[in-house]
C-alpha cells in the first residue's frame, strides 16, 4: 500500500504542491483529513517519526479519504524548520471563509459569534477559535484588514479546530456590526472601562456577537458607538491586562455555564 501511495506522490505537480496552504502537526493534519471543508493534496511523514497512534489514525484518514502520503528522509523537513511541525506536514486548500450574509441566514435563534476587532496575533486566533469550538459558539468573524487570518500558525495552535467552526472574513467591521444589528443580533463589546461585569450579561435566548479588541488598541470607537452592552472583567489588582485569548475564554465560559445551568433546570422539571 505505502509503494501506491509513493507513486501517486511522485506524479503530482510540486509547484503546485509548495503554493497550497501548510498544515502541521499531528493533530491538525488529523482534523483537516476529518473535515469536510479541506482539501488535502498531499501529506509528508518523516521516516524519523516513531510509528504511533496518531501516525496511524492519518494513514489510516488518508487511505479512506484518498490522499496520497509517503515517508521522507529528515532532511526533506529542512524547509520548514520555522514550523513546529513534528515530522508531519501535510499540503491542503486554502481555509473556505463563510459569507456573513450565509451564516446569518443559518443562525436565526439563539446563535453566537466571537468578533475579534484587531487581534494582529495569529497565536491568539488560533487559540480563541479553539476555545470557540469547544464553547460551541457557532462562528468567528476576522476583518479582512489589520487583523490575523486563517494561516499555518492559526491553524497550527488552534489544534485543528478552523475545521469545526465556521470562519468569516469581513472588509468592513462596522457595516458587519450594523448588518448583524438588523438581523436580531446583540452585540457585546469588551470593554474595561464599563461598569458591568462580563457576568451580569443574560447570554441566553437571543443572538449574541461578542467583540474582542486588541491587547493595546482595544475596539475601535466606532464599534463600541454601535454595541448593546459594554462588559468588563473585574480585576482584584491595578495590573489592569489580560492576554485577548484569556479574557475571550473567561466571558465565553460565562456564557455556557449558564447556558448548562439553564438545561439542568429544564431536566430536573
Known amino acids: 500500500m505505502l509503494s501506491l501511495f509513493k507513486h501517486h506522490t511522485n506524479g503530482l505537480n510540486c509547484e503546485k504542491m509548495e503554493n497550497s496552504s501548510i498544515v502541521y502537526g499531528k493533530n491538525s493534519v488529523i ?7 479541506r482539501n488535502l493534496n498531499r501529506i509528508m511523514l518523516s521516516k524519523a517519526l516513531r510509528v504511533d497512534s496518531k501516525i496511524e489514525e492519518i494513514k489510516d484518514l488518508a487511505i479512506n479519504k484518498g490522499v ?6 529528515r532532511e526533506k523537513f529542512a524547509k ?4 513546529n511541525h513534528q515530522g508531519v506536514i501535510a499540503f491542503a486548500s486554502p481555509i473556505k471563509y463563510t459569507e456573513l450574509d450565509d451564516f446569518i441566514e443559518m443562525h436565526r435563534e439563539n446563535s453566537s459569534l466571537v468578533f475579534l476587532d484587531g487581534v494582529e496575533d495569529p497565536h491568539n486566533v488560533g487559540a480563541i477559535i479553539r476555545t470557540c469550538v469547544c464553547a460551541g459558539i457557532n462562528g468567528i468573524i476576522l476583518p479582512a484588514r489589520r487583523s490575523a487570518l486563517i494561516n499555518e500558525v492559526t491553524e497550527k495552535t488552534s489544534a485543528g479546530a478552523i475545521n469545526h467552526i465556521s470562519i468569516i472574513k469581513v472588509n468592513s467591521p462596522v457595516n458587519a456590526i450594523q448588518k448583524l ?5 446583540w452585540v457585546i463589546a469588551s470593554d474595561h472601562h464599563s461598569s458591568n461585569n462580563y457576568y451580569d450579561i443574560d447570554f441566553l435566548n437571543m443572538n449574541f456577537v461578542l467583540v474582542m479588541g486588541a491587547e493595546h488598541s482595544g475596539i475601535s470607537k466606532s464599534i463600541l458607538n454601535l454595541s ?6 473585574p480585576m ?4 489592569n491586562s489580560l492576554n485577548v485569548s484569556a479574557a475571550t475564554g473567561i466571558i465565553i465560559y460565562e456564557y455556557v455555564r449558564q447556558k448548562l445551568t439553564a438545561e439542568k433546570k429544564n431536566e430536573q422539571r
Do not use: G
Open 31 to 37: 482534523e483537516a483529513l476529518k473535515s469536510s471543508k
Open 68 to 73: 496520497p502520503f509517503v515517508f521522507v528522509e
Open 80 to 83: 520548514y524548520t520555522e514550523y
Open 181 to 185: 444589528k438588523d438581523n436580531n443580533w
Open 228 to 233: 448593546d452592552f459594554k462588559v468588563k472583567i
Open 236 to 239: 482584584l489588582t491595578d495590573f
